[in-house]
Structure formats: structure tokens, C-alpha cells
């Protein structure tokens, strides 16, 4: 169904087609929290992964009820919020990563590269049932003793993105001011602009995207390497966060997607963080820059590629890496904010 919107055009996300043409059903709450500074205001190297450590010790303190040491240990592991958000173990049942220990993490870190007191955040599926706990933790972490990397913020509010009827754009409203009361409103699904025939997408925080088990360089990253992460990555979080998974034809779709040719002006960008569980410092470089694509089909692909603004693609999304913006002849009015289009 589609959607008189202006100059632009919108279809519901859950707009039903051929096997390839099958689109997500992933509800996404989109969130902004404004902080103020109660001391000291700098910004921050790789601000994303302060924000997630701070968020994890914050989390734990907040609902932890046995203080056992090891959660995997814990009589409540498969139940704790804790290791919901932040291992994420595949239910004992599950039919997918069966080999695998933990599953996608329900939620992405997105801080403002430019104003160090604005972080957004989105929250996949049920874990928007979880918001209440999940700025509580965060308002702990930040007005901690340390902080956010040594900046002592109290929150001032909080938005959520609400989509405007018959548009792509989205109205942000308050839903928590200051020492107020959260009331959260209801997620609704994405509307997603028609299809470009152009398309730029700018990835603007290193992007770790792997084939055949090796990080793909600048050099090499083609567009089914986006593609089949982003594919792979919201069938995961479809499967283990919400009621709807992902059906469609993935093989049809993974092998469109090596035919798609596109121009690039991509390079490689290093930098490191500390893992306070590998006690160790590691590298998390990843592809910046810019990938252009026009006169090729892109409807099949369209929707995993709107979506995958706030997700993410590669490894380590859910501390900001591997986010990109697209832009292109039906979503370049729609820009809006430091995320890109609205």
C-alpha cells in the first residue's frame, strides 16, 4: 500500500509482495536523551564504548539480585535483564545459532559525534518493554561517581521518535523531562520513502563487516558484504526479539545482492578500546566513507537498508560502530540530525 506523502512516497515497512520482496516486521523505538553537565564536559574518543560500560556496570548494579560473580552461573540467567541486554542468550530451545552462546544484543548506543550531553539509542522488539529499567540505568551511569569517561551528566530528557502520518520523517516528543514521571508511547512500524534511484550511503563510524570469517578491507568491500550482514542481522534480532520472524528468500536476496555494482570511496580507520572483560586492549578499526549506486534495482534491498540506519551493520553495533546515512533523490529532504535522514 502506499501512501500520498507530498513529493515523497512512504510504504509500511510490513507491505506484503513477492518472496524477495518480504519486508521486516522488527519494531524499532527510537529514543534521544539530553543530559546536562554537572561536571566537566569533554568530548570523548570512541564515546560509544564508554557510554556501553558504563550502561553494562549501571545495568548489573540495577538488577542483579545474586551478585554471583559469573552470570552464566546464575539460576536466573535466562531471565535477568542483565544478561538480556548484555549476553543475550539464545533461548534453550531456539532453531537458530544453536552453536552459538549468545544472540544480537536488543539495543544500539548512538552518541552525538558533535555534543557530548546528547546520546540517542534504539531498542529492537520486546527489549521497548524494558525502557523504564534501561534509562534508569543509564541516568545511574552517567551521574556515577565517574560518569561518562569523566563527564558527570544528569538527565534533562528524553525524546522518542514517533513517525509523522504518511511520511518517513518522525516527530520527536518528550516522554521524560527531569526528575518527571516516563511515559512511553506505543512503537509504531517504520514508514519507509520509495525507492532512490541513486543512492549514497555514507558510513560514518567503522564498520567491521566479515566474509568467510576475515574483516573485509576497503579495498574489497562490496555491496553484498552490507548487504548480508545487514540481512543476517535483522533476521536475528527479528527471531529473538520480537513475534514476527523474518521470512523471505534470503538465498534469492544474498545472491541479488552480488550484482549489485557500486562506486566507492572507502578507507580503512583504526582505533582501540579497553575490554574490562578480556583485560586487554583491542583493536576495532573498520571501513569509513562513502558508497554510490544508481540505475540498478534496489526495491528488493530498500528496506534492510532503511532500517540498518539505526541498527547498524558489522560487529560491534551496539556501541555505535558501523553506522551509516543514506541520501539520495527520495530521502535527502528527509534529513534530521546526526543519524542522517529522520
Keep these: 500500500m502506499r501512501y500520498a506523502a507530498g513529493v515523497t512516497d512512504v510504504i509500511w515497512v510490513s507491505k506484503p509482495g513477492s518472496a524477495m520482496e518480504l519486508q521486516p516486521e522488527l519494531l524499532i523505538g527510537r529514543y534521544r536523551a539530553t543530559f546536562a553537565a554537572e561536571r566537566g564536559v569533554r568530548s570523548l574518543e570512541f564515546a560509544g564504548n564508554v557510554w556501553r560500560g558504563a550502561l553494562g556496570h549501571a545495568l548489573q548494579q540495577g538488577v542483579c539480585v545474586t551478585g554471583l560473580a559469573e552470570c552464566r552461573h546464575c539460576p536466573l540467567y535466562r531471565s535477568c535483564l542483565f544478561p538480556y541486554f548484555w549476553d543475550t542468550p539464545p533461548p534453550q530451545n531456539t532453531q537458530k545459532m544453536r552453536k552459538y552462546e549468545t544472540a544480537p544484543h536488543p539495543f544500539v548506543l548512538d552518541p552525538d559525534p558533535t555534543d557530548a550531553l546528547r546520546l540517542e539509542f534504539a531498542l529492537c522488539g520486546r527489549a521497548n518493554q524494558h525502557l523504564p529499567i534501561f534509562i534508569h540505568a543509564l541516568q545511574k551511569a552517567a551521574a556515577g561517581p565517574r560518569g561518562i569517561g569523566g563527564n558527570v551528566l544528569a538527565l534533562r530528557q528524553l525524546e522518542q521518535a514517533v513517525p509523522e502520518a504518511g511520511s518517513a520523517a518522525v516527530d520527536w516528543r518528550v516522554i521524560q523531562s527531569s526528575g518527571g514521571r516516563l511515559t512511553a508511547l506505543p512503537v509504531l512500524p517504520a514508514m519507509i520513502p520509495a ?148
Design 195 to 342: 525507492v532512490p534511484t541513486a543512492l549514497a550511503i555514507d558510513v560514518v563510524t567503522p564498520m567491521r563487516v566479515k566474509h568467510e570469517g576475515r574483516l573485509v578491507g576497503a579495498e574489497a568491500f562490496a555491496f553484498s558484504d552490507l548487504f548480508s550482514n545487514l540481512l543476517r542481522r535483522i533476521s536475528m534480532l527479528s527471531y529473538f526479539h520480537s513475534d514476527t520472524p523474518l521470512e523471505t528468500d534470503f538465498r534469492g536476496l544474498t545472491e541479488a545482492a552480488r550484482s549489485v555494482r557500486m562506486q566507492k570511496q572507502l578507507r580503512w580507520q583504526e582505533q582501540s578500546r579497553y575490554s574490562n572483560r578480556q583485560q586487554a586492549g583491542m583493536k576495532m578499526g573498520g571501513v569509513i566513507g562513502t558508497m554510490t549506486i544508481s540505475g540498478q534495482p534496489l526495491a528488493a534491498f530498500w528496506p534492510y537498508l532503511w532500517l540498518g540506519q539505526w541498527l547498524h551493520a558489522g560487529s560491534a553495533a551496539t556501541m555505535g560502530m558501523g553506522r551509516y546515512r543514506l541520501t539520495g533523490d527520495a530521502a535527502t529532504s528527509l534529513s534530521n540530525g546526526h543519524g542522517g535522514v529522520a
